[in-house]
């Protein structure tokens, strides 16, 4: 358990509920009910029936021959992709839902980057018929065109927001003063391990079923439930959190999360927060930020929408402090790369934040029996304009 | 221990009258300016806004005012600069309002003691809650006789807020309502029923009403429930296109209208 939150929501020197008080009221109801509501055995069928019937949970791990080959060593695809609408994000919103309704809250918001978080949410929210505003920064609502349509046609509300850089932090803060405004009907899905104790724990139990369903998996096609390595692409971290989940106390298995490097890590076009970052306050988490000297935000950058986050989950923080997990970045050329080997070499495009897992085979060493895992996180359908445009197709 | 702040309790118990402002705005220099104009005018009490990237609590106008300010150049070591020789012109209390990353980064404990070394008063820090502040920081403030200013809202309950209460020193800021800062109160939005609440309660520190505070109708109104009332978004508004700001302070503290020894 060296690696849980603790009783005042911190991992290690990371995390807690850096709230205004105007936000104390839910925070409070949500950290002091949020175990007994999941834990319960009534929330937990009700959880498991929906991953099984509505998600199309367990989602494969596939064996990648060709690319294993290429690489001269195992690679397996915990294809996420597969999931209803696309990606992992549906474990969390699935969980939040069935929660806000045990809260009795009947309005849901949401931030979004990619809109991946978006549709998942707008869709939970269709499917039980609750309230749904989601806020995406204006830039995004351009550049992610057909998942506004799609989070339009379930029934949400997008509003774009045009402060700051209009991406993903000021969705974020856009959707923080709703709920300030909004305190006593409105629950706030937040889609990664980020924001206020208890999210960071809570989102990334409800996205541990990546990680324990890997182990049986795993268990069954290789007869070892433990393999090598796991590798994850990393903004805010939840698929990450998700996939290292259940491996965490097992140290023998090398955790690897992999931040978008933008144009290098060197440049000022970059998301790569914990290479780049220093410790900070910023919603609500004491974590890993880019900032300025003077406390400032920075804006990231990334070709993918869905990390261009300019922090981390406070856990990644800590598995990056520990030595626990180890992080490395990619470029967007990296990247691009990797998503058409993928594509040639297995039939699967997947999506540009996936991708940026796969870039990380690169970069490590591995020996021929070694079984590395690749979370793929989501499906390349979202981000299929960008590859016309990039390969000329 | 007696502060500034606490000398304007005593000697002052009702139509209190406070303005928040962001440093760097209009203007990057303007920051003395405004507060000696402030005073000048009127104003009991100054909140100076430490602007910040991601104002999570505020509304448009101070979202603005504090991008604003930020591309004028502001930071928090320029802002000390400005300070430092404030207390030749400016006698009524001073606080630092902003939130709290700037703050960790500069360093809390040397925050403080740069605030006391200028003759700053207290500070507002929306998103240093509570526990945290006894945990790490209180001690930081008391040695340099910072009272850090706590909020309450209407969802706070009783219990919370006589627990605040009993953590707070010089005043506690009431939230008017459930909002962010601005938003275009009117006096019939106000939660009346929870400010003869907490009026109700007893509690050992004054109160002041902040949030939707506009004009003179929504500043009398707050100042029936409580000491007095902080106005904002409403006083940035009214600078911000400002060529003359002796004359446009005076004319927006003229419409308020605060009573006492405004004016006139």
């Given at each position: 358990m060296k690696y849980q939150v603790n009783e005042k929501g911190y991992y290690g020197e990371f995390g807690g509920a850096w709230i205004p008080e105007m936000m104390y009221t839910n925070i409070e109801e949500l950290k002091t009910r949020y175990l007994e509501i999941i834990e319960a055995e009534e929330f937990k069928s009700e959880f498991d029936k929906l991953m099984k019937d509505y998600v199309g949970r367990p989602s494969p791990l596939y064996y990648a021959s060709r690319l294993s080959e290429h690489y001269g060593s195992k690679i397996f695809l915990k294809?996420?992709?597969?999931?209803h609408t696309g990606s992992h994000k549906l474990n969390n919103t699935i969980g939040q839902i069935l929660l806000a309704q045990k809260l009795g809250k009947t309005r849901i918001i949401a931030e979004t980057g990619a809109g991946q978080h978006g549709v998942a949410t707008a869709t939970v929210c269709a499917l039980k018929g609750i309230k749904c505003v989601v806020y995406m920064g204006a830039l995004d609502v351009s550049r992610q065109a057909p998942n506004v349509k799609k989070m339009k046609m379930l029934g949400a509300e997008v509003v774009p927001v045009h402060s700051g850089n209009k991406t993903l932090k000021d969705a974020t803060n856009e959707a923080m003063r709703d709920w300030i405004n909004n305190p006593e009907d409105t629950h706030y899905i937040i889609g990664s391990v980020v924001g206020p104790h208890p999210y960071p724990d809570m989102v990334a139990r409800f996205q541990s079923v990546i990680s324990k369903e890997m182990r049986g998996q795993l268990l069954e096609q290789t007869g070892s439930e433990l393999p090598t390595r796991v590798l994850a692409c990393v903004g805010g971290g939840s698929n990450a959190a998700g996939a290292f989940y259940h491996f965490l106390d097992d140290e023998q298995v090398e955790l690897i999360g992999v931040e978008a490097a933008g144009k290098g890590v060197d440049t000022d076009e970059t998301a790569a927060t914990l290479t780049v970052g220093s410790p900070g306050v910023l919603h609500s988490a004491r974590t890993m930020l880019m900032q300025t000297e003077d406390g400032q935000i920075i804006e990231p950058y990334s070709i993918s929408a869905g990390l261009d986050y300019p922090g981390i989950g406070p856990l990644h923080a800590h598995l990056h402090k520990t030595g626990r997990a180890k992080f490395l970045a990619a470029t967007d050329e990296e990247v691009l790369q990797s998503v058409l080997l993928l594509t040639q070499k297995e039939g699967i495009i997947p999506a540009l934040e996936s991708a940026h897992a796969l870039a990380a085979l690169d970069k490590i060493k591995m020996n021929p029996d070694d079984v590395n895992v690749i979370n793929l996180s989501g499906s390349g359908n979202k981000d299929m304009e960008t590859y016309l445009n990039y390969f000329g197709y | 221990m007696n502060n500034r702040i606490n000398q304007l309790f005593e000697s002052k118990k009702e139509n209190i009258f406070s303005v928040y402002f962001t440093a760097g705005f209009p203007n990057l220099d303007d920051t003395v300016k405004i507060i000696q104009e402030l005073e000048k005018n009127g104003a009991d009490l100054i909140e100076i806004g430490m602007p910040f990237s991601d104002p999570t609590a505020d509304g448009p106008t101070v979202q603005r005012s504090s991008e604003i300010a930020l591309k004028n150049g502001m930071n928090l070591r320029l802002l000390f600069e400005q300070l430092k020789d404030i207390r030749k012109s400016v006698n009524i209390p001073l606080i630092l309002m902003g939130y709290l990353n700037p703050v960790y980064q500069y360093g809390v404990e040397a925050f403080c003691r740069k605030c006391a070394e200028i003759g700053i008063d207290g500070t507002i820090l929306p998103d240093l809650p509570l526990d945290e502040f006894e945990a790490e920081y209180r001690k930081y403030f008391e040695a340099s006789n910072l009272h850090n200013i706590l909020l309450i809202t209407p969802q706070t309950s009783e219990k919370r807020i006589k627990q605040i209460d009993e953590a707070s020193e010089g005043f506690i800021y009431m939230v008017s309502s459930s909002s962010t800062t601005g938003a275009g109160k009117k006096v019939e939005d106000f939660h009346v029923d929870y400010f003869e609440r907490v009026q109700n309660m007893n509690l050992k520190n004054p109160r002041l009403i902040g949030f939707g505070i506009s004009d003179h109708a929504t500043f009398s109104n707050a100042c029936k429930y409580a000491q007095g009332a902080i106005i904002g978004s409403a006083f940035v508004n009214a600078i911000k296109d400002s060529v003359n700001l002796e004359k446009d302070i005076a004319t927006f503290v003229k419409s308020i209208d605060p009573g006492g020894k405004a004016l006139l």
């Open positions: 294809r996420e992709d597969l999931n | -």
